[in-house]
């Protein structure tokens, strides 16, 4: 290790050990940047708590916790204490439905929670002959499968999405902004926005040019200056936090060349729901001319909803608006609007990039084309 590098960090998540005795570790995030915290969940509600509290957030790590949660629900209830699994296949079953139930009340926008735990119920269904203990082994088996296809998402992602971002004229730098954490913190892999920004990173970097990524601190719960700001720089990406409603001015400079997040549900039309914050980056961008992507992976569309009306939008705790620092700072007596994500329309939105590659100007066609035999 260099002088520089930054102490390793655990990974976002990890299941440690088998079926029968393993535990899901999770990265804290609700301590970053200022602490490093492992949390070990041993049963699915250790998991439901861990994702309501955004201790592990972002669409595709919700859903990889989710799937390792399951395999706690059932095991907690067919084996509380260490030994083997007791009652018989429909006991099993009638715990996976319970569990599964249990986790999808966690949060409900991003979509892949819900398209994790269905993934899960379907390959247990495909096989109705495994005991309970072979079951639990095929329970943990998805997880993980679901975990490496989503790192190996994460990296497609990363080259669809720098394939498509201009170069700046003369020695200029090629300025990306982005909104909320769609990074490792997200994903099991190296995130779909940010997977983009680090490969972009890197590209330049090779050519002997400079990129810089502006991360929106994303009121009210900060994961851009948090979470974002703490990836970019420990990777050596130069960074710069704005304030959200610093946008407009900064891309008035001309400093911004694309506009790149991720999302927590697209529809079967492109619109894309994300983090709040994001549908004022894509009007800016229009107004601008500047690009603006959505990188998110195929488990993150939803065709069963036909445009970004029908998507659930998760309203929070009113304290994390009215609170700062766990004080009081608006005006006794006010109330607060504070939905998590907002829409963004597809006639706003240049690309969608997935690890199947590009949706330019997506529209429900175009989406179902690219999403066929998905
Ligand atoms: C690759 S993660 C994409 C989205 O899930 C991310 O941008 C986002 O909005 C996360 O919101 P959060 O409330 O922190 O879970």
Redesign the pocket.
Known sequence: MSESSPPAAPPTLRWVGDALTGSLELLDQTRLPGEVVTLSCRTDEDVFGAIRR?SV??????GVSAAFGLLLGVRQALAPTPGPMKGDRAAFDAALAASAEKLAAS?PT?VNLFWALARCRRALSAEPDLSPGDALVRLLEEAQAIEAEDRAMCAAIGRHGADLLPEPAGDGELGLLT?????GL??AGD???LAVLFEAHRRATDAGRRVRVYADETRP?L?GARLTAWELTRRGVPTTVLCDSAAASLLATGRVHAVV????RVAANGDAA??IGTFPLAVLAHRFHVPFYIA?PTSTFDRELASGKEIPIEQRDAAEVLNYGGLRTAADGAEAYNP??DVTPADLIAALVTERGVIPSPTAEAVAAHLADA
């Open positions: 955004l957030r972002g669409a595709p790590a919700i949060r991003a909104h909320c954490n769609a990074g997200a994903t995130g779909t926005a719960l994961q997040t991720g999302a927590d994300n983090k998110a998590a994500f």
